[in-house]
């Protein structure tokens, strides 16, 4: 460590001693009505560190859109934003996309909090913000053990784009404390709850709508190894145990995602950021 320390102080060309620009590509998306797709370009610093263990700073990312055409790049919509990308949706029947970010994490005492912004952005760039929280995503419990759901907040529009659901997180050591909303689309007004609830885990991607206009939240309800419990939400009505579904019924959470509704899939080259569609 002391001789990388030297290294670095001595020469500023060593890649490895010093802050270096980065860009990537990813979260490559279909718009809900399949006629474009959508991705994000991230841009941070990364430097290395000892052992080989890379440190990053300066997160930003930016939207970019185009035509589902394999082998073109896409242009950009909005300037850059910080943070890291958590969920990325195009809603262009509607006019909107929804980008979630990670704007980073704070240690206090021994757990971690992180901050989490969602935006509404327009076809033209405008940025509107939807919320943003910063609440525990790992807290210590008994010595030596730990809880945590790093996702403290998701929001997600409906199938159609006329709705959002928003789900709040915070974790303590008898579980995760969950508020559920239904939110306006167009003006972003609560039109359904919210309702509250506690516990023990979130079943691997339990947020989603179905296509039938409800959403949806699967957990291990009170105990973490218990039977999954998955509940419906709707404007006007309260929150009903849902059956006869599974984690299957989760993916895609929305009209917007990888695959379009003939099954075609998007990527994009994590480094120039060209379009493939399989």
Not at 88 to 94: A, D
Not at 103 to 129: A, M, P, W, Y
Not at 130 to 151: K, L, M, N, R, Y
Not at 223 to 228: A, E, H, I, K, N
């Amino acid at each position: 460590m002391i001789l990388l320390s030297i290294l670095c102080t001595l020469t500023a060309s060593i890649a490895g001693c010093t802050w270096q620009p980065k860009i990537t590509h990813g979260w490559p998306v279909w718009s809900d009505d399949g006629t474009a797709v959508a991705a994000v370009k991230h841009t941070f610093e990364e430097k290395q560190g000892v052992s080989n263990f890379y440190e990053t700073r300066n997160h930003q990312v930016q939207v970019f859109t185009g035509d589902p055409v394999s082998g073109t790049t896409l242009s950009p919509v909005t300037g850059l934003l910080d943070g890291t990308v958590q969920d990325f949706y195009f809603m262009k029947s509607k006019g909107y996309y929804i980008l979630g970010r990670n704007l980073g994490n704070e240690t206090v005492g021994d757990d971690t909090h992180t901050t989490i912004r969602f935006d509404k952005i327009s076809l033209t760039g405008q940025v509107t913000e939807i919320d943003e929280i910063t609440a525990v995503s790992s807290v210590s419990c008994s010595p030596g053990s730990s809880s945590g759901f790093a996702e403290i907040m998701k929001v997600i529009p409906s199938w159609d784009g006329n709705f959002l659901g928003k789900f709040t997180m915070e974790n303590s050591c008898s579980g995760l404390n969950l508020e559920i909303s239904i939110l306006d689309a167009s003006d972003l007004s609560v039109v359904g709850g919210p309702w509250t609830l506690q516990t023990q885990s979130i079943l691997p991607g339990g947020f989603a709508w179905n296509q039938s206009g409800v959403l949806m939240l699967g957990t291990s309800g009170s105990s973490p190894f218990g039977p999954p419990l998955y509940t419906g939400y709707e404007v006007g009505q309260n929150p009903q145990t849902l059956t006869g579904i599974d984690t299957d019924d989760f993916f895609p959470a929305s009209s917007s995602s990888d695959k379009n509704a003939s099954g075609d899939t998007v990527g994009i080259d994590d480094i120039t950021g060209e379009i493939s569609i399989n």
